[in-house]
């Protein structure tokens, strides 16, 4: 079975591409793909781009090109959840496209044709995605964040940058109304959920929390991803590959 690292920033993929046996570099529908063996599993490495149209792009030509047969999300992701700060690590059991509106044919949020609002990661995935979430925090990968947790939940995607107070406080407030409690928002997992629910391919995702989704972020973000986020996705990647040959039977 092929296995897809899909990332959102080149720094998070660095690590595992140079880790790669037998290592080769495609390009296909203007992108680059490095395809080889990690771990003892074929794994072919991609970058999202931004947005979910590039990230659908992506997923599509992942499984009819590359054959790919399980997909795994790294990536960063501002905070919208209680609790959920900066530093801490977020694996997605559900996904929203918050910007999702065909109201009033269909109720708010929810994808035409589906019948549902959020779509659900896979369990067994998910599951091995968490401990290895765990476990690189636990190691204490990054020292600056002494205190980072792991939270598991809803995360909600949008073509739209999440940046203010006023933004993430409507936003966090509008979902909660209707019974939703995201943990955090980003601009990519949603539409690879729902790629990856159109091919029947499991997919599981972690976001690194860089910043509270509003107008007070203090981090510098090229930092942050070079010893916080690239750290936990390489660690987290790597543990979760090492573990999954003893799940992947499920698929």
């Known amino acids: 079975m092929t296995i897809a690292i899909l990332s959102a920033l080149a720094e998070e993929q660095h690590g595992l591409v140079d880790a790669m046996d037998g290592l080769q570099t495609l390009r296909h529908v203007g992108r680059d793909f490095w395809r080889g ?18 990230a659908a792009t992506t997923t599509a ?12 999300f790294t990536g960063v992701a501002g905070g919208l959840g209680p609790g959920v700060n900066v530093g801490d690590v977020v694996v997605a059991r559900q996904f929203l496209q918050h910007d999702m509106d065909a109201s009033p044919i269909f109720p708010r949020w929810e994808l035409p044709g589906y019948g549902r609002s959020a779509l659900a990661s896979d369990g ?3 599951d091995a995605l968490a401990g290895a979430a765990a476990g690189a925090v636990q190691a204490g990968m990054a020292e600056a964040f002494a205190s980072a947790c792991v939270h598991q939940g809803l995360i909600v995607s949008g073509d739209q ?44 995702a972690m976001r690194t929390i860089s910043d509270r989704a509003d107008d007070s972020a203090h981090v510098d973000f090229a930092l942050f991803v070079r010893t916080v986020a690239s750290r936990y996705a390489q660690r987290v990647v790597s543990d979760f590959l090492r573990f999954w040959p003893a799940q992947a039977d499920a698929h």
């Not at 990690?38 to 947005?51: D, F, K, N, R, Y």
């Not at 209707?178 to 029947?200: I, N, R």
């Open 161 to 204: 940058f999440v940046g203010s107070h006023q933004a993430s406080d409507r936003l966090r407030g509008e979902l909660q109304a209707a019974g939703h409690s995201p943990l955090a928002v980003e601009m990519e997992g949603a539409a690879v959920a729902q790629v990856c629910l159109d091919y029947g391919v499991p997919f599981a």
């Open 61 to 72: 030509a992942l499984v009819e090109r590359f054959g790919v047969r399980a997909v795994v």
């Open 124 to 126: 067994a995935m998910t």
């Open 37 to 54: 063996r990690l771990h003892g599993h074929e794994v072919v490495c991609a970058l999202s781009g931004i947005g979910k149209v590039a």
